[in-house]
């Protein structure tokens, strides 16, 4: 499975982006799939993940800015990015993960296959 992120860019702080990240190689049926930043200096943290099903879940950070959403016939994720602060800096990565009884996952080590990522950068 490979996974290509795409739509990161510059943008001044109040303003929006969309990231993309879509699947090839195989079906991703019953894999969550999530969203994790790196920004530079920092480790890798969790933003937002849905499961098969369309359940969300959201680091506190971005609840109400940040809108996790899918489209399983298209193998692809979407984030919408809302009211972007400078603070949200950073490469974006998209991960897919299956694993017996979880439904989606903040953990990195809960993921099988990462793209490899989309830098977002917010001017204040």
């Known amino acids: 499975v490979q996974l290509q992120a795409s739509g990161g860019g510059l943008v001044t702080a109040g303003g929006s982006l969309r990231l993309s990240c879509a699947a090839s190689?195989?079906?991703?049926?019953?894999?969550?799939m999530s969203w994790f930043r790196q920004a530079p200096g920092k480790e890798r943290e969790f933003v937002a993940t849905i499961s098969w099903g369309g359940s969300t879940y959201y680091t506190n950070s971005v609840k109400g800015r940040l809108t996790i959403s899918r489209d399983n016939a298209k193998s692809t994720v979407y984030l919408l990015m809302n009211s972007l602060e400078p603070e949200d800096t950073a490469v974006y990565y998209c991960a897919a993960g299956r694993r017996s009884g979880r439904y989606y996952s903040s953990n990195t080590s809960e993921y099988d296959y990462w793209g490899r990522g989309t830098q977002v950068t917010v001017s204040s």
């Open positions: 190689g195989r079906t991703l049926s019953g894999y969550y």
